[in-house]
């Protein structure tokens, strides 16, 4: 079992930053590959990015490639999203998750899932 909590969501005007963390517990963090997910209101969850255990392997949306940086700290248990140049599409609740098996871009494949940070950016 794998307890995740994301922090440092809030509210933002386009082209500002924030970095999102997940701090995890229970069974041993190093061992998973973990991923970002969001959900905009009324749209279905969509894959941001996602990085292997050792931090040596990442994956973008395309959406937010360039903008956005997925790094870990296994000594603090911790995954974090750097998220710079806001915009206004970015609006969502952010999920992170760790990984189970297959694809990074599935959300079936990831079994422990934390409860969300709502990120809102304004213009």
């Known amino acids: 079992q794998v307890q995740l909590v994301e922090s440092g969501g809030g509210l933002v005007q386009a082209g500002g930053s924030l970095r999102l963390s997940c701090a995890a517990s229970?069974?041993?963090?190093?061992?998973?590959?973990m991923g970002w997910f969001r959900q905009a209101p009324g749209k279905e969850r969509e894959f941001v990015a996602a990085i292997g255990w050792s931090g040596g392997l990442t994956r973008y949306a395309d959406s937010v490639k360039g903008r956005f940086t997925i790094s870990r700290d296994n000594a603090k248990s911790t995954v974090y999203l750097q998220m710079n140049g806001l915009k206004l599409e970015d609006t969502a609740v952010y999920y992170c998750?760790?990984?189970?098996?297959?694809?990074?871009?599935?959300?079936?494949?990831?079994?422990?899932w934390g409860q969300g940070a709502q990120v809102t950016v304004s213009s």
């Open positions: 229970g069974r041993t963090f190093s061992m998973y590959d």
């Open positions: 998750a760790a990984h189970n098996s297959g694809s990074f871009y599935n959300t079936n494949n990831y079994n422990y």
